[in-house]
């Protein structure tokens, strides 16, 4: 079903249903979405908090939207590398300071895109990737031609819009604040764990990495 209330009015090819490009239910039609929940903050190494395999780095580095394990009843089952449910409380870094959900829209290669109600891995849900400015354009082909997938592919989790050079983002508190495509991604590290300095975009995507006291500095 299309919902006009998750498509932006600048995003693209939004009137018909598409197949994504992998997983369980690469063989369905979904409807189209603009938006996608922001899961927590990735590094190179290929594990997200979307995935079943992800790291202490990753489950720290957590957002507010990021995927839990769970029974077919919808119960939660912790397991030694998955976290429970957010709430505001565990919000530490605070609400204002904290994003909640960003735009993706793509020019190119229309099944990677975002699909509201497909919950596989990252068609709904994104990591900035720290160190990967790419992943701010609006074409998924041009994001894998300028730095291919790195072992791990960070422009499926991407965000991105049609606006000029900024991208839309609601923050925890309700807010919603544009957010500049020249913004500061940080600098990687030579392991998954060890960025030289996580950026503005992915330490605003955790909700625990006391932002508040970085974005003063």
């Known amino acids: 079903m299309t919902l006009k209330i998750f498509l932006c009015p600048s995003d693209i090819n939004t009137r018909t249903t598409d197949r994504p490009e992998s997983g369980p239910g690469s063989g369905l039609q979904y409807a189209p979405g603009?938006?996608?929940?922001?899961?927590g903050a990735a590094h190179r190494g290929g594990q997200w908090m979307d995935s079943n395999q992800i790291s202490t780095w990753v489950i720290q580095n957590r957002g507010v939207l990021h995927g839990v394990a769970g029974t077919h009843y919808g119960l939660f089952r912790a397991t030694a590398n998955t976290t429970s449910s957010e709430t505001f409380a565990s919000i530490l870094d605070g609400t204002s300071n904290t994003l909640l959900i960003g735009e993706y829209m793509t020019r190119t290669r229309n099944r990677r895109r975002t699909f509201w109600a497909y919950t596989y891995t990252s068609y709904n849900q994104?990591?900035?990737?720290?160190?990967?400015?790419?992943?701010?354009?609006?074409?998924?082909?041009?994001?894998?031609?300028?730095?291919?997938?790195?072992?791990?592919?960070?422009?499926?989790?991407?965000?991105?819009?049609?606006?000029?050079?900024?991208?839309?983002?609601?923050?925890?508190?309700?807010?919603?604040?544009?957010?500049?495509?020249?913004?500061?991604?940080?600098?990687?590290?030579?392991?998954?764990?060890?960025?030289?300095?996580?950026?503005?975009?992915?330490?605003?995507?955790?909700?625990?990495?006391?932002?508040?006291?970085?974005l003063n500095d």
């Open 34 to 39: 603009s938006y996608r929940a922001v899961s």
């Open 126 to 214: 994104s990591s900035p990737s720290v160190g990967q400015p790419r992943v701010l354009i609006p074409d998924y082909d041009r994001c894998l031609a300028i730095g291919g997938t790195d072992g791990s592919n960070p422009c499926k989790r991407a965000f991105a819009s049609f606006h000029k050079q900024v991208i839309q983002f609601a923050l925890a508190d309700g807010s919603v604040r544009p957010i500049s495509t020249n913004v500061f991604m940080g600098i990687e590290g030579p392991t998954q764990n060890n960025p030289v300095d996580m950026g503005v975009l992915p330490s605003m995507a955790t909700i625990q990495g006391n932002e508040p006291r970085f």
